[in-house]
């Protein structure tokens, strides 16, 4: 492993001194900084190069079991104009001179509008997009552009860390660091770019003002860059990724951000400043991420009266809170589809008499169909029904389900944009999403797996899962007839799609599915999963 990681160092640095001898701004790094307002650095422009060759994603891809498609290619270069970015990330401290000043509101794991004190040198969470925009203008600043974040971590010599080529063991606030959250600002000190700026690869990912520009969503998803205090796989650390991004309206405990500012812009004036402090367990947070779990009792499943589609199941043992199913989400058909979280509907709900299972019965009138759902729940297994009937005079084409299953807040089990908890049994076996080819058509948000991954037919082997971070318990997810499964990159919630095909006028499909609570880790759990499924169904 070392070998080739050596290997693919050296490749990049012979990509990086390609780009050195080619870059028309070489020299600019090296030129004199005219006057930088306190707390931030001056980066000079140039010619960045922004993403990595195929050649290098394939190498790396082998040695972290990371797909390949899910990095950045090609390496293209990108112009970007000298600014100042901020030394460090925006500090709890900071944020309180903004909400104290401006009556914005702070996040809510303050508890009130007060920083914590033994939080105010911590990076700032909790904010979305807005937040941090709303911070930056504030202050008299900017968002920074992803290409100016990269230009900023990646520097002319186009390296893969903040420091240099090569990933150094505790050089950065990475999951495996322990602290199970933020870390005050600069106590990594090895995580630093030349020019003094720090945390870019570890402790929290940060909001950049650029948008993805091909995502089809109901909110804007805005590009989230650099490696923070959940990332396993420090590959995902690296300055050229682009894997991480969030709906605007999001907010997280592992994402915050930074400041830019233009050369020619007024003097912002000063912020309370920024102090490094030594690298500690905050217990509010630790306890917020990483919940210790000790209630055991049956399984239970109840309508959720916060959506008018959706149920809730409670798993002691395994979540702190409800986890949350939307069934469906969306029904799509050839020609249009219908998100059904986006309208109301009246709704028949029932409740079986032994208080294990419900059921809905929906009527969409402008659409021309009804369904019904039911989830009845039997041990550690619910058993899933969906009903659909065509109310209309014509054919309605290649109708197709997508149901969402997701914890509600609980971010132990919540946050994993790396998706290597997330888990797809093939024909080749179990495999972290992570490990799964992304495709050509990918949302940022959304990563998909089709009924073609290890050349298997859409009636053989398909189920998606989730595991918790200690591996002990896995939730496991699936349907007949599905033609592709998939998961959002924000947080583990696991879509399977099943196919009713056409469905003529008055005519009624049915489809099954069921979620498996499992205490064992994935490899062993998806595979029981499928056998007991295709069991129930009478294949097995």
Not at 261 to 280: F, H, K, Q, T
Not at 396 to 410: A, E, F, I
Request: glycine share 10%; charged share 20%.
């Amino acid at each position: 492993m070392h070998d080739l990681l050596d290997f693919i160092w050296f490749g990049m640095c012979c990509t990086a001194l390609l780009s050195v001898c080619s870059c028309a701004h070489s020299g600019d790094r090296a030129s004199p900084a005219p006057l930088t307002p306190p707390g931030m650095v001056y980066i000079p422009g140039g010619t960045a190069t922004v993403g990595i060759s195929s050649e290098h994603a394939e190498a790396l891809s082998e040695a972290s079991g990371i797909h390949a498609s899910l990095f950045p290619t090609p390496a293209r270069p990108a112009e970007v104009k000298s600014f100042f970015i901020d030394k460090f990330e925006v500090t709890n401290a900071q944020y309180e001179a903004f909400v104290r000043n401006s009556n914005h509101r702070a996040p809510g794991y303050w508890g009130g509008n007060e920083c914590p004190e033994d939080m105010r040198n911590l990076p700032v969470v909790g904010c979305n997009f807005a937040d941090a925009q709303a911070f930056a203008k504030w202050a008299g600043k900017r968002l920074l552009t992803e290409h100016e974040w990269e230009w900023a971590a990646r520097g002319i010599d186009a390296r893969q860390f903040p420091w240099g080529d090569k990933w150094e063991e505790g050089a950065a606030n990475l999951f495996d660091a322990g602290l199970y959250g933020p870390a005050p600002v600069g106590s990594f000190p090895k995580d630093a770019t030349p020019e003094g700026v720090f945390d870019l690869a570890g402790n929290v990912s940060e909001w950049t003002g650029s948008l993805y520009t091909a995502e089809d969503t109901p909110h804007p998803v805005n590009v989230i860059r650099g490696g923070s205090w959940i990332v396993n796989n420090h590959v995902n650390a690296a300055g050229f990724n682009r894997n991480f991004s969030s709906y605007c309206v999001n907010a997280t405990l592992y994402v915050g951000f930074r400041c830019a500012l233009d050369v020619d812009a007024p003097d912002p004036g000063s912020l309370p400043p920024a102090e490094p402090g030594e690298p500690r367990v905050i217990d509010e947070i630790r306890r917020a991420c990483l919940p210790v779990l000790e209630d055991r009792g049956p399984v239970t499943v109840d309508w959720n009266p916060l959506g008018h589609h959706a149920v809730q199941f409670r798993v002691p043992g395994m979540l702190r809170e409800d986890l949350n199913f939307q069934f469906p989400e969306v029904i799509h058909y050839r020609g249009g589809n219908i998100i059904l979280y986006l309208r109301e509907f009246p709704v028949e709900w029932q409740k079986s008499t032994d208080g294990n299972g419900v059921r809905c019965r929906v009527r969409v009138p402008d659409r021309g169909f009804e369904y019904w759902s039911s989830a009845k729940v039997d041990g550690n297994r619910a058993d899933l029904a969906f009903g659909f009937k065509n109310l209309g005079d014509e054919v309605l084409k290649d109708v197709r389900l997508s149901c969402c299953l997701c914890p509600s807040q609980t971010e132990f089990l919540v946050i994993n944009p790396e998706h290597d908890r997330t888990f797809v049994l093939t024909g080749n076996g179990v495999k972290p999403l992570s490990a799964c080819f992304r495709g050509t058509t990918q949302r940022p948000l959304f990563r998909w797996v089709g009924v073609q991954t290890g050349g298997q037919p859409a009636s053989t082997a398909w189920a998606i899962g989730v595991s918790t971070r200690d591996r002990k318990w896995t939730y496991v997810k699936m349907f007949e007839n599905a033609v592709s499964l998939g998961s959002n990159a924000e947080y583990s919630c696991v879509h399977s799609i099943p196919s009713l095909g056409d469905v003529g006028p008055n005519e009624e499909r049915e489809v099954r599915g069921a979620i498996f609570f499992l205490e064992m880790p994935p490899e062993n759990a998806l595979p029981y999963a499928w056998q007991e499924f295709r069991r129930l169904l009478g294949k097995g």
